[in-house]
């Protein structure tokens, strides 16, 4: 049982520069989230989906967009990336909004 | 927005010893969570709290859900070098489109043998 699995684990962007986070989930859960997590900030919440074919704007979504084609799969866009965006990014899933939320182990994005 | 205080930002302390930390904040949440992330990790949930007043333990963790649902702790017992990570608070509300979990910023626990 994999659980949340997150590629790539590392990359490096120029400004600019487009990519695409993806998210697997292995558990048949409903909900899934993308966090980004930076020094003394905690985590904060980009944007999530309550279901398949479903998104929703989190805490910091500007920069962002997300899409949820297949309920297993929740999938993170840059499209111009900022040295702002410099981070460790986490996506999660739950199977019911207050259950508990499994991580994956990141990406760590470096945007020079 | 809503913003968790989390406490404190950092312990250094003895194998053996117990640790406090806690979490407030000016909202009322209706669940708090209490997640452990080890270096290179992602979070992982150590308890979880549905009802205000609930005192739930984990081993030699024990966390509260305050009776205001404005606040909670987390108690470690006994503490062991394993037990080093950084710890999270989250506390939710509301639920589908409006669905929100908030984190706390962590607090790092060094625990020396």
């Known amino acids: 049982n994999a659980g949340v699995t997150q590629t790539p684990k590392f990359r490096v962007l120029k400004t600019g520069q487009s990519m695409t986070l993806l998210c697997a989930q292995d558990?048949?859960?409903?909900?899934m989230y993308w966090y980004r997590q930076d020094p003394g900030m905690g985590l904060r919440l980009i944007h999530y989906?309550?279901?398949?074919?479903?998104?929703a704007k989190g805490e910091v979504p500007d920069g962002y967009n997300v899409s949820r084609l297949k309920k297993q799969n929740f999938l993170l866009g840059l499209e111009s990336a900022a040295p702002s965006q410099t981070s460790v990014y986490f996506c999660?899933?739950?199977?019911?909004?207050?259950?508990?939320?499994?991580f994956g182990q990141g990406t760590r994005l470096t945007v020079v | 927005g809503q913003q968790l205080n989390q406490s404190p930002q950092s312990m250094f302390i003895q194998e053996g010893e117990d640790v406090s930390m806690n979490c407030t904040s000016s909202?009322?949440?209706?669940?708090w969570l209490w997640y452990k992330q080890d270096p290179g990790e992602g979070p992982v949930l150590l308890i979880a709290?549905?009802?205000?007043?609930e005192l739930t333990s984990n081993g030699r963790l024990t966390a509260q859900f305050g009776i205001t649902r404005k606040d909670s702790f987390l108690n470690i017992s006994a503490s062991i070098p394993s037990d080093v990570g950084i710890y999270f608070c989250?506390?939710?509300?509301?639920?589908?489109?409006?669905?929100?979990?908030?984190f706390g910023k962590g607090t790092l626990l060094t625990v020396n043998p």
């Open positions: 558990m048949n859960h409903e909900y």
């Open positions: 999660a899933s739950s199977y019911l909004m207050n259950t508990e939320a499994f």
């Open positions: 989906s309550v279901g398949e074919g479903t998104t």
């Open positions: 909202s009322i949440f209706n669940t």
């Open positions: 989250a506390g939710q509300t509301g639920g589908g489109s409006n669905y929100k979990l908030t």
């Open positions: 709290l549905y009802k205000a007043g």
